[in-house]
């Protein structure tokens, strides 16, 4: 896999996030931060303090997106949590039931990937978060609900109502990948995504902004490239099998065999910031999932405005991927009904 440059992007939460689920239910929330959900907003910042049209025709409207993004996913301390292959997931245990964990470290998810053995004395499963943390830790975040109370202005009337969010443990928070095409897209993209992350931090990101939520204390930067942050120092050979760190759709010229991977799909909604009005809703492959390729995955925008509207407003489907190893599954075909024997229990024996 030829690496591409990127910078890892941290936010330390000053306060309860909240990325609403699916159905946009008030009582539950969700902890990771979609990737198109990360590239709306990084369009909003865009549109305040760098040049929109631009950061458009370099990333939604090119054929090959300049910018890539990861979804935001936790962290705690140094380590990264990611949602695992879904090829390689869960790894054989005879103490640790890693089924019941949606979210596992990177350092873990590397050893699987360079098919090494799994260490089950460093890991446990915390119940409380469904991550994989090294032994002895503590939970990187926790679900929390908050009451709140909506006041109508005529008439005085309250209506109180209970809203969930998520609440990040000492030194937790939320990670994401940028990776820029080439050299030339880093140089060009660097310094106002520094810029557009920052005022994100400051202004919110997700639900609930308006009390505070979503912000963060500081958003930290390193610089690295794919392969060393996501594959470690050793690296897969490339399969032909992607894993997913991103929401996913399609480009024209993406060639995925969509008989074979362990993918699964999510239907993405939501309303146009500001206008109201609903988005079309689009089906895109989700975190975690692995694809079959004979190449790299890039994926592709796709404008989700309604009818009528004056511009078209996009969802981000473009590709953070990497290589991982790729084991078909062989189905064993079924037994002839006369070549198999069966064995009548107690209550059917013959007396």
């Not at 794919?226 to 897969?236: M, R, S, V, Y």
């Amino acid at each position: 896999m030829a690496s591409r440059p990127g910078i890892l992007v941290k936010f330390r939460p000053a306060g309860p996030w909240r990325f609403g689920p699916d159905d946009g239910a008030r009582d539950r929330a969700e902890v990771v931060g979609h990737s198109d959900l990360v590239y709306a907003a990084l369009c909003q910042a865009m549109a305040h303090i760098g040049d929109l049209p631009a950061w458009l025709a370099a990333t939604a409207e090119a054929p090959a997106s300049a910018v890539r993004f990861t979804s935001l996913f936790p962290f705690q301390g140094r380590v990264l949590f990611a949602p695992p292959p879904a090829n390689l997931w869960p790894p054989p245990s005879q103490r640790l039931r890693f089924k019941g964990a949606r979210f596992a470290p990177l350092s873990l998810l590397q050893e699987l990937a360079a098919e090494r053995p799994v260490r089950e004395e460093r890991w446990e499963v915390d119940a409380e978060s469904s991550c994989v943390i090294p032994s002895g830790g503590d939970s990187p975040f926790r679900m929390v609900t908050r009451t709140a109370a909506g006041v109508d202005r005529l008439t005085g009337a309250s209506q109180a109502h209970r809203t969930a969010g998520v609440e990040f443990g000492p030194g937790a928070g939320l990670w994401c990948w940028v990776e820029f095409d080439s050299a030339e897209a880093q140089e060009r993209w660097l310094t106002e995504l520094k810029t557009a992350f920052r005022w994100l931090g400051d202004t919110g990101l997700g639900g609930e902004r308006t009390r505070g939520w979503g912000r963060s204390e500081s958003v930290e930067f390193s610089e690295s490239d794919t392969a060393t942050l996501l594959l470690g120092t050793d690296a897969p050979a490339d399969s032909g099998a992607f894993w997913l760190l991103s929401l996913y759709s399609p480009a024209a010229d993406d060639t995925v065999d969509w008989s074979r991977g362990e993918y699964s799909l999510v239907t993405r909604q939501g309303r146009i910031d500001g206008a109201g009005s609903l988005k079309r809703s689009a089906r895109v492959v989700s975190e975690g999932s692995v694809l079959v390729a004979g190449s790299l995955p890039v994926g592709a925008a796709v404008d989700v405005a309604p009818a009528g509207h004056p511009h078209p407003v996009y969802r981000a489907g473009f590709a953070v991927a990497v290589p991982v190893p790729w084991k078909e599954v062989v189905d064993r075909p079924l037994a002839l009904l006369d070549d198999v024997v069966i064995v009548p229990t107690e209550s059917e024996t013959p007396a």
